[in-house]
């Protein structure tokens, strides 16, 4: 039975301090290992929640620019 909010082929995708789990949602807090800069495509990450491992595929950095007037 799916889940509500992951879509049918199983990936989610979210920011850095609350990706979902792509088995049961429950956000996961992945800040400690972009610390340790273990965030590679093919890392494995285990769920907090529901203990089942998903694998990162894919990593997309957003660059934020901040202007002042002049």
């Known amino acids: 039975m799916p889940v509500p909010g992951i879509p049918a082929q199983g990936t989610t995708n979210g920011p850095l301090h609350a ?3 792509a088995h049961c949602g429950a956000r996961q807090d992945l800040r400690l290992l972009d610390e340790q800069k ?3 495509m093919g ?3 285990v769920c907090d929640h529901c203990k089942r491992t ?3 595929v894919g990593v997309r950095e957003t660059k934020v620019i901040v202007l002042r007037q002049m």
Request: charge should be neutral.
């Open 43 to 45: 890392q494995g990450v």
């Open 38 to 40: 273990l965030l590679d």
């Open 54 to 56: 998903s694998r990162i």
């Open 19 to 21: 990706v979902p789990c």
